[in-house]
């Protein structure tokens, strides 16, 4: 099954890569990756940076995320 969203102009897409976990368009980087990063670090820029990612792409998963906890 595959499913995409697309919020802003970033994508995010839940198929067979990654078991199925929502991640970013065109990356092998899950939403919840994303989350933890920017708890880990505490701060998007530096979420950011670490994943080599654009910051809008940081707030998108935790947009994402936000609008649905139960993925």
């Known amino acids: 099954m595959r499913s995409r ?6 994508t995010i897409v839940q ?3 990654l078991a199925g976990d929502p991640r970013l368009g065109g990356r ?3 939403v919840l ?3 933890t ?3 880990d670090f505490g701060s998007v820029d530096r979420a950011a940076d670490e994943l080599r990612i ?3 792409d940081v707030r998108e998963a935790l947009k994402y995320a936000e609008e649905h906890p139960e993925e």
């Not at 969203?5 to 970033?10: A, H």
């Open 5 to 10: 969203l697309i919020v802003e102009n970033i």
């Open 15 to 17: 198929d067979d890569r």
């Open 28 to 30: 092998r980087i899950s």
């Open 33 to 35: 990756h994303v989350v």
């Open 37 to 39: 990063a920017v708890e």
């Open 54 to 56: 654009p910051e809008e």
